[in-house]
């Protein structure tokens, strides 16, 4: 395994364009896959909770519909649209 101190060496000193938009071509690549993962975890009708400071993390959220991106939840009072990763499951 490649040591990440390398790896960021190597973007740091790369002066060839082809190089550094490979290296972040894989990069989006590999974080949609996992934002893709996560998504996938949750379905219609779950109880959920949000991790986000301006949200109290002892209020349950029921998933509505589910969005490409994003995951709308629906409390007592409101409803959020959030990106799947601050979703926890309960």
Known sequence: MIDIKEV????????????LKSIY????????EIK???????RVGDIVGIDHK?????VNFRII???N???KVK???STYTVSPGLLVKR
């Open 54 to 58: 301006k949200i109290p993390s002892d």
């Open 25 to 32: 071509n894989a990069y989006a690549i590999r974080m949609s």
């Open 65 to 67: 519909k589910i969005n």
């Open 36 to 42: 893709n993962d996560i998504k996938n975890t949750f």
């Open 69 to 71: 991106k994003n995951i």
């Open 75 to 77: 409390g007592d009072i």
């Open 8 to 19: 960021l060496e190597f973007i740091k000193n790369s002066n060839d364009n082809s190089e």
